[in-house]
C-alpha cells in the first residue's frame, strides 16, 4: 500500500534529494515518510510570516536546543516570582516547536538528532511547567494524569517501533498544541487573576488528555 513512495522521486540534486535519501537510511519510507515531510497548513503559514526574519544560520537543531535550555531558566523564572517574564518565555519555547517543525520541512533540514529530540524537548517543557504550575493551580490529579500519559507514550513508542523512528501523528500535534494552551492559560492567571482564565485552561487540559488518551489507544502516536 506505500509502494507508490518506494520509488525514486523525481528530483535528483538539491537539498530535497540529499533529505530525502537521509530518511531512506533511517528506514522511514512509504507512508512514514511521506507523513514526515509533508508540509502543512501552518507551515506555509510561518514560511511567509515569521521564518523569513529568522537569521540564516537558525537551524531547526538549533531551536529546538532553545527550548531544552529555556526549560530550567522558565522554572527559574517561575520559582523566584517572574510570573510575567517566565510565561512569555514559555510562549517562545512552545512557539519554537512549531517554528522548528516548518523551517525543517520547508527547507528539507529533518534530520535523525530532531525527530528524536523535538518531542522529548516537548515533553519536559510541558512535564516540568505543569508539575510546578499545574499542581499548585489544579491539583494533582490533572498532572498525574498529563505526565502519566506522555511517560506511557514514550515507553509504548519504545518498545513498539523497538528503536525506530515513528514521526507523531496530528492527534499527537494536536494533543501538544492543546497543552500548551492550557497551561499558557494557568500561566497567565499567576499574572491576572481572573478565575475565568484559570477556568478556561483546565477545561483545555482536560481535552489534551482526552487527545492523549487518543494517541495511545487509538493512534498511537507520540
Known amino acids: 500500500m506505500d509502494g507508490y513512495m518506494e520509488e525514486t522521486p523525481k528530483f535528483s540534486s538539491g537539498p530535497e534529494a540529499f533529505q530525502w535519501k537521509r530518511l531512506k537510511r533511517l528506514n522511514l519510507e512509504g507512508s512514514r515518510l511521506q507523513y514526515l515531510t509533508a508540509v502543512t497548513i501552518f507551515d506555509r503559514f510561518f514560511s511567509v510570516t515569521l521564518l523569513p526574519f529568522l537569521p540564516k544560520w537558525v537551524s531547526p537543531n538549533r531551536i529546538t536546543i532553545f527550548r531544552f535550555i529555556s526549560i530550567p531558566i522558565i522554572l527559574a523564572l517561575l520559582i523566584f516570582g517572574y510570573n510575567l517574564a517566565g510565561t512569555i518565555l514559555f510562549v517562545l519555547a512552545a512557539l519554537s516547536d512549531a517554528l522548528d517543525g516548518a523551517l525543517a520541512r520547508t527547507k528539507h533540514r529533518i534530520t535523525k538528532w530532531g525527530i528524536v529530540a523535538d518531542p522529548i524537548a516537548d515533553k519536559l517543557l510541558i512535564g516540568s511547567v505543569s508539575l510546578l504550575v499545574v499542581w499548585r493551580e489544579l491539583g494533582w490529579l490533572l ?25 507523531a501523528k496530528t492527534v499527537g500535534k494536536m494533543k501538544m498544541i492543546l497543552q500548551c494552551v492550557g497551561v499558557s492559560f494557568v500561566l497567565l492567571y499567576g499574572i491576572v487573576p481572573n478565575p475565568s482564565f484559570l477556568l478556561t485552561g483546565q477545561y483545555i487540559l482536560y481535552l489534551a488528555v482526552v487527545f492523549g488518551l487518543a494517541s495511545l489507544f487509538v493512534y498511537r502516536s507520540i
Do not use: D, N, Q, T
Open 143 to 167: 498532572v498525574v494524569a498529563l505526565v502519566s500519559i506522555e511517560l506511557v507514550l514514550a515507553g509504548s513508542a519504545y518498545f513498539r517501533y523497538s528503536g525506530k523512528l515513528m514521526p
